[in-house]
């Protein structure tokens, strides 16, 4: 095997490069591509604080799946090992050539020299490889952390450029207090994992799929104040769509910001911004 380590939340633009690189060298040395990640945020081990993330466990290694073998750690259990004592462990897993990252480091005893890691390969029977280093067009601002802070700000387009594919929040479908039908608008509430980043409170446009079909979809993030919530929920109004999807999982991929959070004096007045905001769609 050849392979490649790191936590890749969000999968995005940089890091399928870096795996782009793992299948060419891959192929070149007939070994087979290998990712190895861990189940858990590294963070939330070392310091006990996990920052929101922009793909759950489930949906990283659902990405992860396409872009090689796939191999989870428990970062607990490999947290004291040192570079030369992991690298044996990969070694005894078959492992022949180690593709490292360009700002990657891994190990107890912090090692940041890639000579140090190219030394410990040679003694442990690895072959270390550099990553090259990123283009031109990603390099400076393609990484997981600006990802979040675009979220953040509410600039989801910014942040979709630098996934390279929408973002996405899904979820199975929930009772809420069918508010939206009374007013012509019934949308689906999904109960979200409560370790999703979600953008700043607001109205969204994007999309979801149900049996196989794109609608158009107009999706509200906050607490919906017009009718007193206090819970943060998660709901999208599926144009054009008709049917009972209460059970099932649905996921809204956001396009584009439209409006933040507000509250009205009525019913109505928040039926006739709803009728403004799909034009958004």
Known sequence: MIATIGYF?????????????????????????????????PKEVLCG???????????????????????VLTFAEIRS???????????????????????HHFGADRLTDFRDYARIGREKGIEVVPARELPEEIVGHVSSSAIRRALLAG???S??????????????VVRGNAIGRTIGFP???????????LPPAGVYAGRCRVAEHDYP????IGTNPT?????????????????DVYGQQLCFRLEHFVRGEQKFGSLDALREQIAKDLRAL
């Open 217 to 220: 979809t107009l999706m509200n």
């Open 49 to 71: 604080l996990c920052p929101p993330l922009l793909t759950t466990p489930d949906e990283r290694f659902r990405l992860l799946e396409n872009e090689g073998e796939l191999h």
């Open 81 to 103: 090992l040192t570079a030369a004592e992991f690298m044996q462990r990969l070694h005894a897993e078959g492992v022949q050539s180690l593709l490292m990252g360009y700002d």
């Open 187 to 197: 949308t689906a509430n999904i109960h979200y994992a409560a370790e999703k980043l």
């Open 155 to 157: 600039e989801v387009e």
């Open 9 to 41: 939340d969000g999968v995005h633009r940089g890091h399928r490069y870096l795996f782009e690189q793992l299948r060419q060298l891959g192929a070149a040395r007939g070994l087979v591509p290998a990712i190895y990640t861990f189940r858990e945020h």
């Open 227 to 243: 009718v007193g919530n206090r819970s943060t929920t998660v709901e999208g109004y599926l144009t054009g769509f008709e049917g």
């Open 159 to 172: 942040a979709n450029r630098m996934l390279g594919y929408t973002y996405s929040i899904r979820g199975i």
